[in-house]
């Protein structure tokens, strides 16, 4: 999830969809987004390939997806 929501989006002004929530509602997103385990990570960090899925489905102990 930190992943998908951490793509800039054309539809938000090039903001990532977590940018977006922060600017709409400030600390309440920080805590919403706390309480998901939501991170952002950096651009340089975004992986939305196949193997990011695999490696948190690993983390959590379930098979990758066929």
């Given at each position: 999830?930190?992943?998908v929501?951490?793509?800039?989006?054309?539809?938000?002004a090039?903001?990532?969809?977590?940018?977006?929530?922060?600017?709409?509602?400030g600390?309440?997103?920080?805590?919403?987004?706390?309480?998901?385990?939501?991170?952002?990570?950096?651009?340089?960090?975004?992986?939305?390939?196949?193997?990011?899925?695999?490696r948190a489905?690993a983390?959590?102990?379930?098979?990758?997806?066929?």
């Amino acid at each position: 999830m930190s992943q998908v929501n951490s793509e800039p989006r054309g539809r938000l002004a090039w903001m990532t969809p977590i940018a977006a929530l922060r600017a709409a509602f400030g600390e309440v997103a920080d805590r919403l987004l706390d309480a998901f385990g939501i991170e952002e990570p950096g651009m340089e960090d975004l992986d939305l390939t196949q193997g990011c899925l695999d490696r948190a489905r690993a983390e959590r102990g379930e098979a990758p997806l066929t």
